[in-house]
């Protein structure tokens, strides 16, 4: 299919551009994940393993926004706990055993996964111990497993685009979206970070999907604007607040940080991503969580 032929191209350390051939108008389908927490025994990994499965049989793709890994159980860390730790991760290289634990644990879906992004506890990891956990899993997902995978910081921008090689000299026709992440900065218990929409929508103008995680809370919110065409006629387009959600269960079993605090339960997973190239609005955008 078209979609074997997808290309990675780096512009900057802010923009990812995916380059996708497309047919007649066939759609594409991309996983968006956030705050995975791999390394910490409350990760649903059976669920996270269920949805890149998914993402395979569709011939899809993820994308990974931030805290992938929790890395709490470190040396210095203040918040280890003893009873927080995955038993192949004890040893005194934690990180490295963190690390290639989780690129092994992914590499049945190496080929899938296109980008990772920085979250705050990969971060906390950097600026305390100077050492970058991503750019270790890149690292070792590209040299054993042939991964493309590419690593970004906490924000940026990725261009999705799709393009048809032009005939007779003609020259190439391409159709594009633009979608803005930042891996999260807003909560709140009443609003589930709802209310951060409008306020991605002005820091990045131009995106036309903005993308956050962070909250653990996952909800899809549409914020249409008013844009002119080239002819100067008035028309609607929609844009798409994304929350993607959380694969860490910390409410299961009635006890813990989370529920000490009434923090309320948080929505298990994903969400999908899906676009089509389209004669009448040049990409059509569509979403849903993913169960």
């Not at 040396?75 to 192949?88: L, Q, T, Y």
């Not at 026709?173 to 929508?201: N, V």
């Not at 956050?212 to 008035?234: D, F």
Request: charged share 25%.
């Amino acid at each position: 299919m078209a979609h074997d032929r997808l290309k990675l191209v780096r512009h900057s350390p802010e923009l990812l551009e995916i380059r996708i051939p497309y047919g007649r108008y066939d759609q594409h389908e991309f996983l968006l994940c956030s705050d995975i927490h791999l390394d910490n025994p409350k990760c649903d990994r059976e669920l996270l393993r269920k949805h890149l499965k998914q993402a395979q049989g569709r011939n899809g793709h993820a994308l990974f926004f931030g805290d992938v890994l929790c890395l709490m159980q470190g040396k210095r860390d203040r918040r280890a706990s003893k009873g927080s730790i995955r038993p192949e991760h004890l040893g005194s290289n934690y990180f490295d055993l963190v690390f290639s634990e989780a690129a092994d644990f992914l590499a049945p879906f190496a080929s899938n996964i296109l980008m990772m992004s920085d979250g705050n506890h990969e971060t906390a990891v950097l600026n305390n111990n100077e050492v970058d956990p991503l750019g270790n899993v890149v690292r070792l997902m590209r040299d054993r497993h042939g991964s493309p995978v590419e690593h970004m910081r906490y924000q940026g921008f990725i261009w999705f685009t799709f393009y048809r090689s032009g005939s007779s000299g003609k020259p190439e026709r391409t159709r594009r979206i633009t979608l803005f992440f930042h891996h999260g900065a807003w909560g709140g218990i009443i609003t589930k970070g709802t209310m951060a929409g409008g306020r991605y929508a002005n820091i990045a103008p131009d995106a036309s999907v903005f993308v956050n995680g962070h909250n653990h809370e996952r909800s899809i919110v549409s914020h249409p604007c008013y844009r002119l065409t080239s002819a100067g006629k008035q028309r609607i387009e929609q844009r798409w607040h994304l929350q993607t959600g959380t694969y860490k269960e910390e409410f299961g079993d009635g006890g813990g940080w989370a529920v000490e605090r009434i923090v309320m339960p948080k929505s298990l997973g994903g969400v999908w991503l899906r676009l089509k190239p389209s004669k009448e609005s040049g990409v059509e955008i569509s979403c849903e969580p993913a169960c």
